[in-house]
């Protein structure tokens, strides 16, 4: 019963915190970020993916969606398998503005 509550308060904790974020996000350091980090690779230059069956689009998602995923890629809480795998690696390179940045670049936030 407390693990149900401690998790719930932290995902609830990290929801604000992840909002508060991409409400403040830059969309230029954004693209920046996306660039330097090779993340048009797979996702294609602005989030529409090269391939959408092997790399999700992400111009479509919602932007606290984005920077939940990058953080349970950085924390581990989320492992990429296949091609994915090197997300786990790339999150761990970038901050918390990082995410929320390139989060608003690919949703045109």
């Keep these: 019963m407390l693990r149900n509550i ?12 992840t909002s508060t974020s991409v409400l403040a996000a830059d969309a230029g350091a954004g693209k920046d970020a996306y660039v330097k ?6 996702h294609g230059s602005e989030g529409q993916s090269v391939n959408p069956k092997m790399f999700p689009v992400l111009k ?18 989320r492992v990429g398998k296949g091609a994915g795998v090197i997300m786990n690696t790339k999150a761990k390179a970038l901050s918390d503005d990082d995410m929320a940045n390139i989060a608003a670049f690919v949703t045109g936030g």
């Design 6 to 17: 401690f998790f719930a308060l932290i995902s609830a904790t990290a929801l604000t915190l």
């Design 37 to 42: 980090n090779g993340c048009a690779a797979c």
């Design 60 to 77: 479509d998602k919602d932007a606290s969606f984005i920077v939940e995923q990058l953080q349970a890629f950085k924390s581990g809480a």
